[in-house]
């Protein structure tokens, strides 16, 4: 529940470029995300790279591991 109520509150501060990553990622693949949002999959992979960076900003870092 603490995870659960963490990664929300912290995707709900993400920008909405990112948070449309997330969101598609919570249920499917980066190949789903690529599709779905129409950007290559190397763009989905950043950005889960600046996703991490912000949850571990967030103090999600202790769930990230």
Known sequence: AELRQAVAAAVERLPEPLRAVAEVL??????????????????????????????????LRKFLD
């Open 26 to 59: 919570q249920s499917g693949t980066i190949a789903d995300a690529a599709r779905e949002l129409g950007m290559p999959r190397s763009s989905v992979y950043r950005g889960v790279e600046r996703i991490r960076m912000r949850f571990e900003d967030a103090g």
